[in-house]
């Protein structure tokens, strides 16, 4: 599952925004997961979650990024940023993203290859100044991943494990 909700404060980066948020997994911080930042195929920067879970990464106006969560022991997740525009405005909204982890088991016994999407495309509206989600996108990809959720938590998967 993904979160994701807007915040009001404001960035003083000059056209950029502000991305941060939690990494969660199984009711705990993820700490140290690595958050890959690529532009198109072209991989710009790379942070990692602290000690508490939280990130802060900036995208600035121009590119369609792609923000990887990776972390050694649970399924990468991502999500798309398009800042194709000329200008983000002085002080764009900050954009708060949790992001839920899962561990390869949770989705064992499934087709998991839905995970090598991204979770949701998020475009900037130049008229209202923020990020907006790509709804036919994000709704579509998003359901899928929830039949998946339902699926893992009310199958008994243990048939498939080997004894």
């Not at 002080?91 to 064992?108: I, Q």
């Not at 100044?129 to 998003?142: P, S, V």
Request: net charge negative.
């Amino acid at each position: 599952m993904l979160v994701l909700t807007a915040e009001s404060s404001q960035v003083s980066a000059v056209d950029s925004i502000l991305i941060k948020g939690t990494v969660t997994a199984e009711g705990k911080k993820c700490v140290g997961t690595e958050i890959h930042i690529y532009d198109g195929n072209k991989l710009i920067q790379v942070d990692l979650s602290n000690s508490k879970g939280r990130f802060e990464i900036h995208l600035f106006a121009g590119g369609r990024y792609t923000v990887e969560f990776t972390h050694p022991v649970m399924v990468t997740k991502r999500i798309v940023f398009d800042l194709r525009t000329d200008d983000l405005g002085t002080y764009p909204e900050p954009f708060e993203c949790d992001v839920l982890m899962y561990t390869p088991a949770y989705f064992s016994g499934m087709s998991s290859s839905i995970l090598d999407f991204p979770l949701a495309i998020l475009e900037f509206n130049s008229k209202k100044g923020k990020l907006e989600f790509n709804t036919i996108y994000t709704d579509a990809i998003q359901e899928l991943y929830q039949n998946m959720l339902i699926f893992a938590e009310s199958t008994d998967r243990t048939i498939w494990e080997q004894k």
